[in-house]
């Protein structure tokens, strides 16, 4: 597996300051990561062509779903723009011989080292909701579109506008007049900002109400398939590590997220929101 370490990126000095703490590789255990986690891949899965087939993993983290990718046959590659997360990519990747990521690199979202029309999908994980400018946004969602082929698949997530609210009502961090402030500001305009050193409280980011996403989708030439919230009213669940570990409850919790899906009066209900789209 190849990855350049000298390849630069531009990313604000809090959002890397947040992701050199090493929290984010553990960010998708317990029972509302694993959910996330779950419903993600099925999500993913429900779209990717057959293996093999070439995937852009941007704004990979430290490779959990670039692994999973190269265990089903496929070829991929990672960006991310914290040489951390590019390091434990490749140790990630090395922990599973026989099913290397390609490669694992530093790059920036808006500006892809990657040739036009080359991906047969592109995953976009986390880079709009870090991307709090709406313009960069939309170039990091066109340069998708330039390298992925006609008809491909794209599947670019947003923090739900209503995520930190919902979260401060099930954890009881609205009794805190910082955290209330961060949601009060989440609600009036979507950028979400930490002033405190908390780093359960996130960093600096974008959070989209589900039109804005489809809307920035579209303006970047896309034609959307479908907005699907992905933890759903799940992540208000308080008991929701005893449904998780309980088998046929989980089944139950799943099935009642995926008749949801096509409620458009609570798609905002999640913390994240993916967009499927694909190229015209």
């Not at 087939?53 to 490779?63: E, F, K, M, N, T």
């Not at 998708?144 to 698949?153: D, F, I, N």
Request: net charge negative; aromatic share 8%.
């Amino acid at each position: 597996m190849s990855g350049p370490e000298n390849s630069q990126s531009s990313i604000p000095q809090n959002i890397q300051h947040y992701y050199d703490r090493g929290l984010e590789i553990h960010r998708l255990s317990g029972a509302v990561g694993e959910l996330e986690l779950f419903r993600t891949k099925e999500i993913i899965g429900r779209y990717l062509p057959q293996p093999p087939a070439l995937i852009l993993d941007v704004g990979g983290g430290p490779g959990i779903y670039a692994c999973w990718l190269a265990q089903e046959g496929y070829e991929i590659h990672l960006i991310d723009p914290i040489p951390l997360h590019a390091k434990q990519a490749r140790q990630a990747s090395q922990n599973q011989p026989g099913f290397s990521i390609t490669s694992a690199s530093i790059g920036d979202a808006r500006n892809l080292a990657q040739a036009d029309h080359i991906a047969d999908a592109v995953l976009m994980l986390g880079p709009l909701y870090h991307l709090t400018n709406r313009d960069d946004r939309i170039a990091a969602l066109r340069e998708a579109y330039r390298v992925l082929k006609v008809s491909a698949p794209i599947f670019a997530v947003g923090i739900s506008r209503f995520a930190s609210t919902l979260d401060g009502l099930v954890s009881g961090f609205l009794d805190d007049p910082d955290f209330k402030s961060i949601a009060r500001r989440d609600l009036a305009d979507g950028q979400h900002r930490n002033p405190t050193d908390k780093p359960h409280y996130f960093t600096a980011a974008f959070f989209h109400h589900p039109e804005e996403l489809e809307v920035e989708v579209g303006e970047a030439g896309f034609q959307l398939e479908k907005i699907i919230p992905v933890e759903g009213v799940a992540a208000l669940l308080q008991d929701l590590p005893e449904r998780w570990s309980d088998l046929d409850r989980r089944k139950q919790l799943l099935e009642t997220l995926y008749w949801l899906e096509d409620e458009r009066t609570i798609l905002g209900v999640t913390g994240h929101l993916m967009a499927v789209a694909r190229k015209r």
